[in-house]
C-alpha cells in the first residue's frame, strides 16, 4: 500500500485524521498515538522525531476542506492508505464503537475513500496494516523473496531498470545473482560473530561501515553484504557506495560498479532509506542506470529523478532538495515552477541550517529572484550563514559587498583569497578579474 509521495499530500492526511478525531471535541493520547504509530510503520519515521514534528506542524495549520478536498484528488493507493490511517485513529482502542463507526464511514464516503483494507467489514477485529502490499507479501525473508519473484513476470523488471517509479517500487526488493561480481570478494576469511549487536545493530554493518570510511571498499563490502542481506538499509546503502567509489578511484569497470551500486541503492530506497533514494535519484538525474540487456544508457530520466529526490526529501535527505529545487527553477522533470524551487531551497536550509550549499541554493534564489522578489540583502544573509562551510558562499558574499559597499572593498578581497585558499572557483574568477591574482 502506497503513501502520499509529497510533504503537502501526507500533511492533508494527518489532518484529516486529526480533525476526525477531534469530531467528539478533544484528541486523546491513545490517537495520537496510533497516527504516529502509522506513520511510522509506513513511513520508517523511527529516531526521526523532528522529521514528524514537522508534519504534525503542517497538519495542523492546514485547513480542514482543504486537506479533504486534495485527499479527493489522490490515486487508488494513496486513498486506501488515507482510510486505512483513518481507521486506526478512529479505533485506537482495537474497536469501533457505532459512534466511530457512523464517523468512519462518513468520512469514508465524504473523501471518496475505499473501506479499510484489513477487514472485510468494518467492524471486524482486523486492525493492523494489511498483510500484503501489491501482492508483494511482507515479512519473507532475502531467499524468499528472491523465490517469490523468480516467479513473477520479467516484463516488470524491465520497466523497474528503466525507471518506472511504480515498478521500482514493487520490483525492488528483487535479490540480483550475487555470484557473478562477489565471488571473490565473499571469499576474504572474516568471521565476524552475528549475535552481538552494537545499539542494534550487527557488528558486520558496524565493522563494514568503517572499513568504508577507511577507503577499504573491497574488504568493507562482505561485512556490509551480511548485514544488507539481513535487511539493514544503512548497510545498503554503504554497499552501493562501496561500488560507486570502487568505481571512481579506478579499481572497477564502470558498467559492472554502476550495476551493483544502483542495484544497492534501489534496495534500500525501497526500504525508504533517504541517502538510497537520493542517490538513485543522482543515477537518473545523470543517466547512469542499466537498460534491459544490463548496459548504460548514459540516458538521463529527469522525471525519475524527481521523483527519488521527492522521496529522499520525506526522509530528511538535504542534499536531495538541493537538486530538486533547482529542477523547478530549470523545469527538469517538473513543471517548471520558480517559487516551488524557491521553497524547496528554503526547505533544505531548515532541515540542515550548518549546510553551506543550502545557504548557497537559496542566496542565489534571492540574487536571481528565482521565485520571490530579487534581494541583495537578503542574498548577503544566505551566504553570510554559509561561508563557513562552503567557500562558494564566502565569495559570493564578497563579490555583493565589494560591489555594495566601496569602503569595504579591501576586507572584501580577503574574503576572496580565503574563499579561493579552499579552491572555490567563483573567488578565482573575481580575483583574476580584480588583477588580485
Known amino acids: ?172 526488493k528483487m535479490m540480483l545473482d550475487d555470484d557473478v561480481y562477489y565471488e571473490n570478494l565473499l571469499s576474504i576469511d572474516t568471521d565476524p560473530s552475528e549475535d552481538e549487536t552494537i545499539d542494534g545493530y550487527s557488528d558486520d554493518y558496524w565493522t563494514g561501515k568503517d572499513l568504508y570510511l577507511d577507503d577499504k571498499y573491497t574488504e568493507a563490502i562482505p561485512y556490509l553484504m551480511k548485514a544488507a542481506k539481513r535487511g539493514n538499509e544503512y548497510a545498503m546503502y554503504y554497499l552501493g557506495c562501496c561500488w560507486f567509489e570502487y568505481w571512481n578511484n579506478g579499481d572497477g569497470e564502470e558498467t559492472e560498479c554502476w550495476l551493483k551500486a544502483f542495484e544497492w541503492f534501489l534496495k534500500g530506497a525501497v526500504k525508504w532509506n533517504g541517502d538510497c533514494c537520493f542517490k538513485l535519484g543522482e543515477a537518473y538525474y545523470y543517466g547512469r542506470i542499466p537498460n534491459e540487456d544490463g548496459e548504460l ?60 550549499i543550502s545557504w548557497y541554493n537559496l542566496g542565489i534564489a534571492y540574487e536571481k529572484g528565482y521565485g520571490v522578489t530579487p534581494s541583495d540583502e537578503e542574498a548577503s544573509k544566505c551566504y553570510w550563514k554559509g561561508k563557513d562551510s562552503y567557500p562558494e558562499c564566502k565569495a559570493r558574499y564578497a563579490i555583493l559587498l565589494y560591489n555594495k559597499n566601496p569602503g569595504q572593498r579591501q576586507y572584501a578581497i580577503s574574503l576572496l583569497k580565503e574563499a579561493n585558499e579552499r579552491f572555490s572557483p567563483t573567488a578565482e574568477r573575481a580575483l583574476k578579474q580584480l588583477g588580485e591574482l
Not at 514528524?52 to 497538519?59: I, K, N, P, R, S
Not at 524468499?144 to 516488470?156: A, P, R, S, T
Not at 525519475?304 to 527538469?332: C, H, K, P
Not at 524547496?344 to 553551506?356: H, L, N, Q
Request: charged share 30%; with cysteine.
Open 1 to 172: 500500500m502506497k503513501g502520499p509521495e509529497s510533504f503537502e499530500d501526507l500533511a492533508a492526511v494527518i489532518a484529516v485524521c486529526l480533525g476526525t478525531a477531534r469530531s467528539d471535541g478533544k484528541l486523546l493520547a491513545d490517537e495520537l498515538n496510533t497516527i504516529l504509530d502509522g506513520l511510522k510503520a509506513q513511513y520508517d519515521f523511527e529516531g526521526q522525531d523532528d522529521l514528524l514534528q514537522e508534519y504534525l506542524d503542517e497538519a495542523e495549520k492546514m485547513d480542514l476542506k482543504e486537506a479533504i478536498e486534495r485527499i479527493k484528488q489522490f490515486g487508488p493507493e494513496e486513498k486506501q492508505f488515507t482510510s486505512d490511517m483513518l481507521f486506526m485513529t478512529i479505533a485506537a482502542d482495537g474497536e469501533l464503537s457505532p459512534d466511530e463507526e457512523e464517523i468512519y464511514k462518513g468520512m469514508v464516503d465524504y473523501c471518496g475513500l475505499p473501506m479499510f483494507s484489513g477487514a472485510d467489514s468494518v467492524n471486524e477485529e482486523a486492525t493492523t496494516w494489511p498483510d500484503e502490499e501489491d501482492g508483494v507479501p511482507y515479512n519473507m525473508d532475502w531467499d524468499e523473496i528472491d523465490n517469490w519473484y523468480g516467479e513473477q513476470d520479467k516484463e516488470l523488471g524491465i520497466k523497474a531498470l528503466h525507471g518506472d517509479p511504480a515498478a521500482l517500487a514493487q520490483y525492488g
Open 297 to 356: 544508457d548514459y540516458q538521463d530520466d529527469y522525471e525519475a529523478a524527481a521523483f527519488w529526490f521527492r522521496q529522499a526529501i520525506t526522509f530528511g535527505n538535504v542534499s536531495a532538495a538541493s537538486y530538486l529545487g533547482g529542477m523547478y527553477i530549470d523545469g527538469e522533470g517538473v513543471e517548471k515552477d520558480e517559487r516551488k524551487g524557491f521553497e524547496t531551497y528554503k526547505k533544505a536550509t531548515e532541515m540542515a541550517p550548518d549546510s553551506g
